[in-house]
């Protein structure tokens, strides 16, 4: 992780993200903490993440998320050179997928 946000406070918003138990704590909590903007750019980065890692083409996943060149552009830089984390969500959500457990 970036050492520039890493600290005491960051620690403790991961800690409490940690603790949220289902979609619908998920939905309150970022609601509290987050504009809606926010939080459907993140959303939408997560889909482009989730479509560069099925080897989706640009102009396919500007049509279906509606995000620019430039995010997609920086969502797969980190995939390809990030912290793993959107790699470790996706393997983590196709396997609950696979499992049939996913939402």
Not at 93 to 98: L, T, V
Request: charged share 30%; with cysteine; aromatic share 8%.
């Amino acid at each position: 992780m970036n050492k520039k946000i890493r600290n005491s406070d960051t620690d403790r918003l991961f800690e409490a993200i940690l603790t949220l138990q289902n979609i619908e704590e998920c939905y309150n909590f970022f609601d509290d903490l987050c504009t809606v903007p926010e939080i459907k750019a993140m959303a939408q980065r997560f889909a482009v993440a989730r479509l560069l890692d099925r080897n989706e083409k640009y102009n396919e996943i500007v049509s279906e998320t509606g995000a620019s060149t430039a995010t997609i552009s920086r969502v797969n830089r980190a995939l390809n050179y990030g912290s793993d984390g959107y790699a470790l969500a996706i393997q983590r959500i196709a396997k609950k997928e696979e499992e049939g457990e996913a939402t």
